[in-house]
């Protein structure tokens, strides 16, 4: 188990959030699915809502703001000083899609796209430090990013976040593990041919379960499906899903000892 209460290291995924349709639906189909306590929201925020287990936070919901935005899991990456870190997205060949915002007393949130296309979040903790809680069923425990532009992509988050590597590369596949501080933080692999064209850049949530097979189960009696059937691997059993509105995101548990 890991919980923390201070602000994660500078380049470590520290929160992921939703926007939806439906929020009412996203609340019982989260909820159902991690026994996840979800917020009401706060207007002052645009209704966002924290998800907590067990009393600690572990992402967020929130209506959409534009009906036209894709439903997707966004992943955050910590930053101590976020506009000195959107200056290093630019200069590293990134774009910056929404400039350093005040969000409160909770933090400061900034937007951007990496050089393949992927978006994701930096956020600069205050009040709201990010994971309470991690690598717990019903929390997060991995993010990675999938991209066309693999080598470029790995040099984008060197510059902007210190990332240094280990090169998992096998035949027929590109996937490299991250680290912060010498510590693994998540992976960064390539698209493949194999993949359809259709499919985007993205970083990739995987959320830890108990039991994979059952938590499959269990996201099709909420109305989600299985995208694909549990595998093993090295690191643990995993599923590719949907929820009830069709936002894919990844469950995983544990090897077997």
Known sequence: MTTRDTNWPEGTPCWVDLGVDDIARARAFYGGLFGWE???GEEAF???ASCRKDGQTVAGLMPKMDPN????????LATEDIDATMAKVREAGGQVVAEPMDVGDLGRMAMAVDPGGAFVGFWQGR??????????PGSVTWNENFTRAW??????????????YDDLSGPGFEYATFKVDGRVAGGIGQLGADMAPEVPPHWETYFKV???????????????KAIREAWDTPF??????TDDQGVPFMVMADPEA
Do not use: I
Request: net charge negative.
């Open 38 to 40: 979800v917020d009401e």
């Open 46 to 48: 645009g209704g966002y």
């Open 69 to 76: 935005q894709p439903s997707v899991w966004t992943t955050y």
């Open 127 to 136: 009040a709201h430090t990010g994971f309470g809680l991690a690598n717990e």
């Open 151 to 164: 080598k470029q992509n790995q040099g984008f988050y060197t510059s902007v976040c210190g990332w240094d």
């Open 210 to 224: 108990a039991d994979t097979d059952a938590a499959v189960a269990e996201v099709q009696r909420l109305g989600g």
């Open 236 to 241: 643990g059993r995993m599923a590719a899903v």
